[in-house]
């Protein structure tokens, strides 16, 4: 995403090689700009960000915890808990998603 390569010129980290083009660059998965001298015109975007979410699709949960397991021991394990509906987990881990 272009918003991974938007960032102060002196925190580049280079990601080509001299004569790069801006072509092979974005082919690399590299971001591209000439515009400032004296910096890396091919470097490496911006590492994106992601957040843990308790999924709301109770079909999409993966057990974290074992029949009977209470609220407090199932977040202790770092899992989300929601007491229902019936036949799927109530202790159930993270998905991670994109900011």
Do not use: L
Request: aromatic residues 10%.
């Amino acid at each position: 995403a272009s918003c991974q390569c938007k960032m102060d010129p002196r925190e580049r980290k280079n990601c080509g090689y001299p004569g790069i083009s801006a072509e092979e660059c974005k082919k690399a998965g590299c971001c591209f700009s000439d515009s400032v001298a004296g910096v890396p015109w091919c470097f490496a975007p911006k590492a994106k960000k992601v957040k843990k979410v308790c999924p709301n699709n109770p079909h999409a949960r993966v057990n974290c915890g074992f029949p009977g397991i209470s609220a407090t021991d199932c977040k202790r394990k770092g899992c989300c808990f929601m007491a229902q509906p019936a036949g799927v987990p109530w202790c159930f881990y993270h998905h991670m998603v994109e900011e």
